[in-house]
Structures are given as structure tokens and as C-alpha cells.
């Protein structure tokens, strides 16, 4: 999987949007967009969102389908939300 | 934003189930298992006579009913669960843990010593342990004489009893980490501190509740 970059690999200045583009009709649209937030977080911590999500926000039912203990999960999550905290300009 | 990189989930193997089971069971589950464990090393140890007359204490020898056996574990048991409740609220960034889990991994934290007890009915253990008593009823301060194979058999239950005591500690550790969400050397020393209070708190619990039930 190739890794999504978010910094610039020059200076380590975080990276935004300039330019998207339409695979279907090849139309491009140029401006300054920045990254969802969501980005910043390691493809592990992205999965777990969307598992978290997907179990309607239910800890225990996480807990449950991964085979680990409830304090684990919400463990997780709140590394999760401290690195969000950490990343908030 | 820069990429972070948080520890995956547990793998569940017999490492993890023996050195960090919290990771995998808590709450209800740990709780009703945790109790069942305490109910079975107090029936157990009302066989060999050996006392867990303190959190972090074993010792062999009172005869005394099977209540004061059950009642010993369950009060090492609540005696830090509450030690540390209170070390929990003081230091976790958070304060929204479940107190199930924090009762139910500290309940379940305490089954290493039912592998003290299973080792307490070695025969060799039991007849030197009990020349080491008359000896110490006498007020005498000598070695008693046994054969070889009863003094080595003594050696490994005092040694796995010290192994034994010092993974509990560090069961325990894990089991306020993961309950509370605590974390660094703060939390260390709360935990320190707070299994020595309970020490202490369950002594006198000990000495002054139940001993004068007897």
C-alpha cells in the first residue's frame, strides 16, 4: 500500500491540496485545500475509526469483534483523540 | 500532520495471557472468574493452612475455619481495589473508567496464588514446614533436621512463593494501568504507594477485624 504523504518531505511543513481532478471526465480544480485531520493519524489508527464507526460507536461491541478486553479498545481510542488533540493548529 | 504511530492490539498467546491478560478480559468476565479463582485458593488453603494474611503476604501454619480462608482473599482483594480506585482518580487523565474493570482485573490479578497453594501440598513442604513451626513454638532458633529431599522441596515453595508474590505486583500494575489508563513514572509511584497503603490497611484489617472473629 503506498503510504499517503501529509508532510513535505523537504522540510516537514504540512502538505495541502492544489490540485483534484476528475478521473471520469478529467475536469481539474486548482486552490489551497487542507488535508482532513484524519490524515495525520497512521493507517492502523485510521482503520480503527472506521471499525469504531462501523460498530456504531460501541466500544463493547469493538471490544467483542477484535477479541480484546473493553479498556483495551477504549484505551485505543483515547491515544486516538490525544493525537488529534496534539495535531489541532 | 505527521503520521503517528500508536501499538497495535494484543495478540492473544499464552505470553500475553499470562503476562498481560487485561488486554484481553476485564469487566464482567474478569470479575466473575477473579472471584471464583479467590473463593478456590481460599478452599484450597484452608487444606495446607496457608494464610494470605495481607496483600502481599503468604504464610503457612493457623488452623482456622474455611470462612476465615475465603475471607482473607476477598479482603486482600477489596483492600487494593479500593487503594487504587482512589490512586485512579487521582492520577488518570481521565476519569470516566469503568470501576468493573479496575475490580475485576484486580480480582483476577490475584490467581497466581492459587499456584502457591497447589504447591503448599507438596508432602515434603507440609512435614518440614511443620518441624519449622514446633521449633519456632518452642522459642528455639535452630534449623530442624530433615531429609535432603524435604529441605529442597522447602527451598522451591519459599522461592515460588517470592516469583509468585512478585508477578501478583506486577499483575497487578497491569491492571491498574489498563483500567485506569494510567500511564508514566506518576502513575508508578501511585501504584507504589498505594500497594503499600494497602499493605498496611489490609494488616490491620487482618488483625483487627478478622483475627478476633476466630
Known amino acids: 500500500m503506498i503510504k499517503f504523504p501529509t508532510r513535505c518531505p523537504s522540510c516537514n511543513s504540512g502538505l495541502v491540496v492544489r490540485k483534484l481532478s476528475c478521473d471520469h471526465c478529467e475536469t481539474e480544480v486548482g486552490g489551497t485545500f487542507p488535508l482532513p485531520r484524519l490524515t495525520g493519524l497512521s493507517p492502523d489508527d485510521q482503520d480503527f475509526i472506521l471499525s469504531f464507526v462501523e460498530s456504531s460507536g460501541s466500544l463493547k461491541e469493538m471490544a467483542t469483534r477484535l477479541g480484546v478486553s473493553y479498556p483495551t479498545v477504549r484505551n485505543r481510542l483515547n491515544e486516538i483523540i490525544d493525537t488529534l488533540k496534539d495535531k489541532t493548529p | 500532520m505527521t ?21 484481553i478480559i476485564a469487566g464482567g468476565p474478569a470479575l466473575t472468574s477473579g472471584i471464583l479463582i479467590i473463593l478456590a485458593t481460599g478452599y484450597l488453603a484452608s487444606h495446607t493452612h496457608t494464610h494470605f494474611d495481607g496483600v502481599l503476604d503468604t504464610h503457612v501454619g493457623l488452623r482456622a475455619p474455611l470462612w476465615f480462608f475465603l475471607a482473607e482473599g476477598i479482603l486482600n482483594w477489596l483492600c487494593l481495589f479500593i487503594v487504587l480506585l482512589i490512586g485512579g482518580l487521582l492520577v488518570a487523565k481521565r476519569r470516566s473508567f469503568r470501576f468493573i474493570d479496575l475490580l475485576g482485573t484486580q480480582a483476577l490479578a490475584r490467581w497466581p496464588f492459587l499456584i502457591t497453594t497447589l504447591v503448599t501440598f507438596l508432602p515434603g513442604f507440609k512435614s518440614f514446614n511443620a518441624k519449622l513451626l514446633t521449633i519456632v513454638n518452642q522459642g528455639k532458633i535452630t534449623f530442624p533436621s530433615a531429609p535432603a529431599s524435604e529441605i529442597i522441596t522447602f527451598v522451591f515453595v519459599t522461592f515460588l512463593m517470592i516469583v509468585v508474590t512478585v508477578w501478583f505486583v506486577a499483575l497487578a500494575w497491569k491492571s491498574f494501568r489498563i483500567s485506569c489508563d494510567v500511564r508514566g513514572w506518576k502513575a508508578i509511584t501511585v501504584f507504589a504507594i498505594g500497594i503499600i497503603i494497602a499493605e498496611v490497611l489490609s494488616k490491620f484489617a487482618f488483625l483487627f477485624v478478622l483475627l478476633p472473629m476466630l
Open chain 2, 3 to 23: 503520521e503517528t504511530e500508536s501499538p497495535k492490539l494484543p495478540r492473544k498467546n499464552l505470553l500475553t495471557w499470562l503476562w498481560n491478560p487485561f488486554a
